[in-house]
């Protein structure tokens, strides 16, 4: 008897705000400090399938990142 495929998840969005983004990863500890001016755009790709987790993150602008994960 096999056993069911793990749920997998997709999320594909755009932000301009920090704090929204970071919301979105509730689960992790993200803690972000902008070092240029301007207005913020993140892109967000980020696949999960069972224990397996990618993630990629393009920013617009220069932050300094502290981060754990979940």
């Known amino acids: 008897m096999s056993s069911p495929t793990p749920a997998s998840q ?6 301009s705000d920090l704090d929204a983004f970071v919301e979105t990863l509730g689960e ?8 240029d001016r301007g ?8 696949a ?9 993150g393009r920013f ?3 932050y300094e990142q502290r981060t754990i994960s979940p």
């Open 10 to 15: 997709i999320l594909n969005q755009q932000f």
């Open 28 to 35: 992790w500890s993200l803690r972000f400090r902008q070092l």
């Open 60 to 62: 617009n602008r220069r």
């Open 39 to 46: 207005p913020t755009s993140i892109h967000l790709l980020h």
């Open 48 to 56: 999960a399938c069972g224990s397996i987790l990618i993630g990629y």
